[in-house]
């Protein structure tokens, strides 16, 4: 496997870095290729502006999706981003690796999405879901939050998991054709046993070594709702 | 109304930055206190680190929800949040204004909230939902999107609108004590007319005016749930 490992924890001591390390040690001794996005060594960017590009399709008006596009076909995304993308397109397996942050992905880790998954490189020109330039790869969502599991069921006051899943399984991995699958999911770290800890650590590494065997979530396809060709934002 | 709009697109000449200039001219205009955070002029950073206090708790790891609580009590914010959050206290209307990426708040507006709405400051303490320090509040997510109307519905590749912002309605705002009002969503503005462009703005300056007399969303109250009481991450 070709593993990528985009990281948004910013301290190596946590729980998060000792996915990170686990990932790393048990994926190589394995025989498998892995590349990590830190991205708070990287220092990584999360807005979207006209430094990301060095074409310029509008001087006078940024519409970044337009950018986008140019610099898709003309080799114009600034470095750190098409370093990313270098490495999304090298990999078969995505592995975002994060603390869950209102119930959504850190900023930093969003702003990722946001910049990296650009038009022209991950959809647009007819292509999204199952005709996606990078359909076949499979992504992992791997986070550790402060609830325990109890809180999230139809009757709490979370709600059910999927619910705030699922807007990012369908709507960005799916979208950019990504299978997804089963989220691991570590619940309060910090608030459990040494044991558990390790526990999870264990199942964690036995998960890894089979990603490529595991069968993925429901892939939501768009030609299923008549959706099979992407017109364009708002065509 | 004291209201705070925290803004998140980068090209002031964007239909975003029409809806901002409108809301400032409309607001003061009807003798309203208006206050603007443009997250893109002020080079918002979107990660969570240590330099986001001044205070330390633990100067060997970075447990970031401790530092905060610290931070808290100890006026111990960086400059940047520290500003923030004082807006966020002086309003009683927030209204966060930006373009939908990826089915969510962009990355630099999600690190605002991930940085602003602390642990100490905006819950904790036993403290969220109805109990929020922050309780009374009202708050209105107005945004733009590529997507037409008809691409959200039951039977969509979207899915209802409510899927995607309900994760932020019940998890960030009513969390924080504020009262959701319901959305104001520009579909397409690149794709209608100037004539629907026009009406589109006509009805945020009306709705602007009278944002204190709407009725909010219904609130998810913790003590419904059997959660009145927060009791601090994983307990």
């Known amino acids: 496997m070709k593993v990528l490992i985009v990281f948004a924890h910013p301290e190596p001591k946590s729980f998060n870095g000792a996915l990170l390390e686990a990932a790393v040690e048990t994926l190589s001794a394995g025989g498998h290729d892995v590349q990590v996005s830190d991205l708070y060594k990287l220092h990584f960017a999360s807005g979207t502006t006209r430094s990301d590009f060095t074409t310029v399709a509008d001087p006078d008006y940024l519409k970044y999706q337009i950018e986008e596009a140019k610099a898709s076909t003309e080799n114009g995304f600034a470095t750190d981003i098409a370093e990313q993308q270098r490495r999304v397109v090298w990999c078969d397996h995505l592995i975002l690796l994060y603390p869950l942050y209102w119930f959504h992905l850190p900023g930093i880790l969003k702003g990722w999405v946001d910049r990296v998954m650009a ?12 005709t996606a330039p990078l359909y076949g790869r499979r ?11 109890d809180r999230w069921a139809d009757d709490t006051l979370f709600g059910p998991l ?3 899943l ?9 979208f950019c054709g990504f299978e997804a699958l089963e989220p691991f999911v570590v619940y309060a770290p910090a608030r459990i046993t040494d044991d558990a800890r390790r526990a999870y650590l264990d199942r964690w590494r036995e998960r890894l070594l089979g990603l490529d065997r595991e069968t993925p979530l429901p892939f939501r396809r768009a030609a299923d709702f008549g959706a099979g ?3 364009g934002a708002g065509s």
Request: aromatic residues 18%; proline residues 5%.
């Open 229 to 231: 060709r992407y017109r």
């Open 162 to 164: 999927d619910g705030i």
């Open 119 to 130: 038009a022209g490189f991950a959809y647009g020109g007819g292509k999204w879901y199952e």
């Open 166 to 174: 699922n807007p990012i399984r369908y709507g960005i991995l799916n």
């Open 139 to 149: 992504a992992l969502l791997a986070f550790t939050m402060g609830a325990p599991q």
